[in-house]
C-alpha cells in the first residue's frame, strides 16, 4: 500500500494589495444585530490555520431569498423573526456575520477520478464558522457559489438551478433516512453567470453539516510532510465525529475504523435506496459519513448497476454497482494519509491500515443485508430473522438478476412486492413481463411469510425522479419556483401515498433521451 505523495501545496498569497486579497472582494462583513440570537464558533479556522486562507464573501447588490429551510432553521436555533431589515439575506450570504466570526476558504487535495490534484480546496465555498444547536451539536454553516477565491479554477460563482438541485436532493436524502449534508437556504444574487454559452441567474446555497472535513482534508495535510499538523488535524476530527476516541493511545486507528464503518453504512444506504451519487472523488468524501455534493447525481429507475449519469464519467468509473468498491478505494487513500500516526514503524503501520480496511466489506455487506431485509419485510421480530442469510443472499440475487434482466423500476417495484405479500398481485403482474414471469424467487419470498405494513413503511413511494427534477428545476430558472416547491412536499414525505400524485411515482416515460447530469459549474 503506497503512501500519498508528499506534494507541497503551492503557496497561497496573502498579500493585501493583490486583486484576490486575503479578505475577498470586501474588506470586511457586517456584524450582525446580537438580536439575531446567532453566534458562530471558529475551531477550525483557529486550530488548523494551515489549512485554510482567511476570505470573506462577495457581495450582490440585490439577492432575494428563493428557499428558506424553517424545519433546518428550527432544528439550529436560528429564528427568522429576529432578524431584522435585510440581515438574514446577508447572514446567508455571508455578508453579515456575528462579532468574532473567521470565515475561511479550506484548503484540501483529492483524487478525482483516480488523478491525484495537491491542491484544490474551496474555490467557490466559504465555512462561515460553525454553530451549535440547542442539543449542544456542533454543525458547520458553509457558503456555495459565494465568490472566487485563491483555490478558484472556474468564476467562483454558482446557478441558481445546480443550488436548488443540492437543496432538494438533500431534503430527499433526509426524509429517506440516508446521512446527508443539507442547505439551510438558496439565495438568488441578482447576477447573472455564464454557463456553456447561457447566462443564468446566479446564487449562494448556504450549507450544513456535521463538518466539512474530507478525505481530501488528510491528503492536502499529509502532502505537508507536517507529522505535527496531520495529528492535529486528525485530533480535530476526532473531537468532531468520534469524541469516545479522544485521547486514547490508539486513537487514530480507531478513527480509521469509525470512518470505514461511517462510509461503509453510507454507499450501502445509496445503494438500497438507488441513488448514484456520480462524483466519489476523494475530496468529496466525507469523515464524518454524510453525502456531500449534489453536482452529477442522480437516482437510477430501471434496475442497472452500470447506470451513471455525470457528464464527465465517461470510463463509468462512478457507476451505481460500483459505489462500493470505490468507497473502499478512496478510504485506502485515506488510510494512507495516516500511516504516521497509526505506528512508529512503516510496516506495523500498513498492518494497522490494512486490517481496518479488510473491515470495510462486511461491514458494507452487513449494512446492505440488514436493509435489504428490511425491503423485503424479512426482518423476524424481536430483532429474529425469518431466512437465514445464505438464503436471503440467494434470494436477493436472483431478484435483482430479474429485475435487471426485465429493466423494471427499482422505486415501484418493492411497493408492488409489498402488494403481493398482501395477496394482491396486481400491481406485480404490471411491472413484471407477462411473458415470462418471475423467477423461483417469488415463491420462496412468499414462503418466509414476509410483512407488508413493514416493507411499506421503508420503501418509498416517492423519489426524486430526474425528470421531474429537471422539470422542476428548468421552470425555477424562468422564474416559476411552484413546480420545485411542490415536489419538495412530496419528496419531505417519501413513504405515504397521496391520492393525485400518481406522476410523482412513475418513471421517466419510455423513449426519452438518456439523462445526463452535470458538476455545474
Sequence with gaps: MPESP???A???STDPT???SARGAETSFDPLPSAAGVTLEHGFASRLPELSVPWNAFRPESPRIVVWNEALAEE?????HRFTG????RFLLGNALPEGSEPVAQAYAGHQFGGYSPRLGDGRALLLGEIRDPAGRLRDLHLKGSGRTPFARADGFAALGPMLREYLMGEAMAALGVPTTRALGVVATGRSVPRDGELLEGAVLTRVASSHLRVGSFQF????????LLARLADYAIERHAPALSGEPDRYAGLLDAVVAAQARLVAHWVLVGFVHGV??????????????YGPCAFIDAFDPAAAFSSIDHQRRYAYGNQPSIALWNLTRFAETLLPLLAPDAEAAKAVAVASLDRFGAAYNDAWMEGMRAKLGLAGSAGRTAVDDGALAELTADMLTDLQRHRIDYTSFFRALARAGSGDTTALDDVLPHAEGAGGWVDRWLQAAPDPAAMDRVNPIYIPRNHLVEEALEAASEGGMEPFSHLLSVLERPYTAREGFERFERP?????PAHVTFCGT
Design 6 to 8: 508528499r506534494i507541497p
Design 86 to 89: 435585510n440581515s438574514l439575506v
Design 76 to 80: 439550529l436555533g436560528i429564528d427568522a
Design 10 to 12: 503551492p503557496a497561497v
Design 221 to 228: 495535510a499529509r502532502a505537508q510532510g507536517d507529522a505535527a
Design 280 to 293: 466519489m472523488n476523494t475530496d468529496n468524501m466525507t469523515i464524518s459519513g454524510e453525502t456531500i455534493d
Design 18 to 20: 493583490r486583486a484576490d
Design 508 to 512: 421517466a416515460p419510455e423513449g426519452g
